[in-house]
């Protein structure tokens, strides 16, 4: 199944530091995720999501709490108070425990609610407060300007998580290269070195060395088949050649 996101958003110009293509993907990724989940029924949505122990209530409500959780961010780079994303871990997992019992209406009112509080709050950033540092949910310090790369990221790795046929053959051609370098710089002093091989959707290749030069261990495959892959999405079907154990992917 293929996903084609809608192209109606009026075109406004990024603020600087922030590449327009960003805030466009992130509402085009949005668009394809109330697609998704307006074709769940209180039956679906209580259907095993693919993260383990996790419904796709689980899942949607996630996304829901992922996108207050930058806004949080956004707000602490254009105020310049510390807002971290999260209260605590423990306090981020009750809520997303909590929010998937609810009714499916009450889930998909949530979803969109945060959704358009992240979209103002990305249209509303003062041109200097994207360039402030803020402390990412897994606590690296990031640029606000990264934040909608990490909100489109989100976005369409859940969106394979449903399980509804959308896959990573769906993701857009042209941010293809960006997801595999986030992917393998996930593994950074992780692993024992090996380079990955892909085949992109143009037809072209790449390869990316992990932790040092390119190695004599390598694996190989189609773009969608290794992101899978890296991303613990799949036990490595479709990538050739001796695949090393991989740590969780964060």
Same mark, same amino acid.
């Given at each position: 199944?293929?996903?084609?996101?809608?192209?109606?958003?009026?075109? @406004?110009?990024?603020?600087?530091? %922030?590449?327009?293509?960003?805030?466009?993907?992130?509402?085009?990724?949005?668009?394809?995720?109330?697609?998704?989940?307006?074709?769940? *029924?209180?039956?679906?949505?209580?259907?095993?999501?693919?993260?383990?122990?996790?419904?796709?209530?689980?899942?949607?409500?996630?996304?829901?709490? $992922? +996108?207050?959780?930058? @806004? $949080?961010?956004?707000?602490?780079?254009?105020?310049?108070?510390?807002?971290?994303?999260?209260?605590?871990?423990?306090?981020?997992?009750?809520?997303?425990?909590?929010?998937?019992?609810?009714?499916?209406?009450?889930?998909?009112?949530?979803?969109?609610? /945060?959704?358009?509080?992240?979209? #103002?709050?990305?249209?509303?950033?003062?041109?200097?407060?994207?360039?402030?540092? #803020?402390? /990412?949910?897994?606590?690296?310090?990031?640029?606000?300007?990264? #934040?909608?790369?990490?909100?489109?990221?989100?976005?369409? %790795?859940?969106? @394979?998580?449903? $399980?509804?046929? #959308?896959?990573? *053959?769906?993701?857009? +051609? *042209?941010? %293809?290269?960006?997801?595999?370098?986030?992917? @393998?710089?996930?593994?950074?002093?992780?692993?024992?070195?090996?380079?990955?091989?892909?085949?992109?959707?143009?037809?072209?290749?790449?390869?990316?060395?992990? $932790?040092?030069?390119?190695?004599?261990?390598?694996?190989?495959?189609? +773009?969608?088949? %290794?992101?899978?892959?890296?991303?613990?999405?799949?036990?490595?079907?479709?990538?050739?050649?001796?695949?090393? *154990?991989?740590?969780?992917?964060?």
């Amino acid at each position: 199944m293929t996903y084609t996101p809608s192209t109606q958003h009026t075109s @406004v110009p990024a603020p600087r530091g %922030v590449p327009e293509r960003h805030l466009t993907a992130v509402r085009q990724a949005t668009d394809v995720l109330f697609e998704v989940v307006g074709e769940l *029924d209180e039956t679906a949505v209580r259907g095993a999501s693919l993260l383990p122990g996790w419904t796709r209530g689980h899942v949607v409500t996630h996304l829901a709490r $992922n +996108a207050d959780a930058l @806004v $949080n961010l956004l707000t602490w780079a254009k105020t310049g108070v510390e807002h971290q994303a999260y209260t605590s871990r423990t306090d981020r997992d009750a809520d997303i425990e909590e929010g998937s019992r609810r009714l499916l209406q009450v889930i998909k009112a949530d979803l969109d609610s /945060a959704c358009q509080r992240f979209d #103002v709050a990305c249209r509303d950033m003062p041109a200097h407060a994207w360039r402030s540092e #803020v402390s /990412a949910p897994k606590g690296a310090v990031i640029a606000a300007s990264t #934040v909608p790369v990490l909100r489109l990221r989100e976005v369409w %790795v859940h969106l @394979v998580d449903l $399980n509804t046929g #959308v896959t990573f *053959d769906d993701l857009p +051609a *042209d941010f %293809v290269v960006e997801f595999l370098d986030d992917a @393998v710089e996930q593994f950074e002093g992780r692993v024992e070195p090996f380079t990955v091989e892909v085949a992109l959707p143009d037809g072209t290749q790449r390869s990316w060395g992990l $932790n040092g030069p390119p190695s004599r261990s390598s694996v190989s495959g189609s +773009a969608s088949a %290794v992101l899978a892959w890296l991303t613990g999405r799949s036990d490595g079907t479709g990538v050739r050649g001796e695949l090393p *154990d991989l740590p969780d992917w964060v």
